[in-house]
């Protein structure tokens, strides 16, 4: 895809303790893209961040169909780890990398690409205390603030979270890139 504008991109944000930052930095590149975002969750309840924010996810991690997006973020956080292990996070995860769509995920949340299968032989990055996690599940961990790695972003945690959302519009403008 060309340009970003009128395209979709779909945040999953844990139902407690996602990473503030790591929602709204990206959001705000992705809507000065010009894409819309649409914000999943396992609750359409008002989830909370661990700084205080208060977000309304839009739809049920259930009933996405990634084939209604660009793009597939995973939002990091403590809270995150509700995914690590959820097959309809993987599922999403496979389906969006399977066919070609930037799929980032930040901070805990690369953990969930791991262990969807998508990280095997890939450069990837995470919150340092997860690197192991990574590891075990074959990639290879770069320490790095932001990773790319093919369709594939990475990012190390809040201070990489505006540069994880640059890398992540870069990649939907030009994804031979």
């Known amino acids: 895809m060309a340009d970003p504008t009128g395209q979709s991109v779909l945040m999953l944000l844990a139902s407690k303790d996602f990473r503030d930052e790591e ?4 959001r705000q590149e992705f809507e000065q893209a010009g894409a819309r975002v649409t914000v999943a969750s396992s609750t359409t309840r008002e989830v909370t961040g ?3 924010m208060k977000v309304t996810p839009d739809v049920l991690l259930d ?7 660009a793009a597939v973020v995973f939002v990091g956080g403590l809270g995150s780890t ?11 995860a496979q389906s969006a990398a399977s ?16 262990n969807a299968g998508l990280l095997d032989g890939k450069a990837a990055t995470c919150y340092p205390s997860q690197a192991a996690n990574l590891k ?20 190390d ?16 403008t030009s994804p031979d890139t």
């Open 23 to 26: 929602y709204v930095q990206p």
């Open 50 to 52: 661990m700084l205080g």
């Open 82 to 92: 509700e995914y690590f292990h959820c097959p309809a996070a993987h599922r999403l």
């Open 157 to 172: 945690g809040a201070l990489a979270a505006q540069q994880f959302g640059k890398t992540l519009v870069e990649l939907m």
């Open 99 to 114: 066919t070609g769509k930037p799929v980032g995920a930040i901070c805990f949340a690369p953990v969930i690409l791991a």
């Open 63 to 69: 009933d996405v169909d990634p084939g209604q997006f």
């Open 136 to 155: 075990k599940k074959g990639a290879r961990y770069t320490g790095k603030l932001v990773e790319r790695d093919g369709n594939l972003v990475t990012g």
